[in-house]
């Protein structure tokens, strides 16, 4: 896995549902930069990279002024993106990703303003 800088918008799996969580990481974000493990995502070709995971550490990243760590999913078929676009995986549920046998790659989102 490599990092590198992409400008590419992340689209998180739903909107911040706890508002104490959400300030908590912020502040974590703020004084520590990242630190957890990366938001896990897919590049769909109709939306752009769409987040499977972590909503509220993206929402945190982006108040903090942060980039987002994300470890993108890559080379996947048809099958797997329409899979993976269904609600029923970002809808707070994260999909039984063992089932999808793709590459990965550690990148970093800039901090996009809404």
Do not use: N
């Amino acid at each position: 896995m490599t990092t590198r800088t992409q400008t590419d918008r992340i689209e998180p799996p739903h909107e911040v549902r706890d508002t104490d969580k959400l300030a908590t990481l912020v502040a974590s974000m703020t004084a520590e930069g990242w630190t957890g493990r990366p938001v896990i995502a897919f590049d769909d070709p109709a939306y752009g990279l769409m987040a499977l995971t972590g909503s509220h550490r993206i929402a945190a990243a982006r108040k903090a002024g942060i980039a987002v760590q994300v470890l993108v999913l890559s080379d996947l078929d048809d099958d797997e993106i329409v899979a993976l676009r269904s609600a029923d995986c970002r809808d707070g549920a994260v999909a039984d990703l063992r089932a999808i046998d793709a590459p990965a790659e550690v990148i970093e989102v800039a901090k996009q303003e809404r």
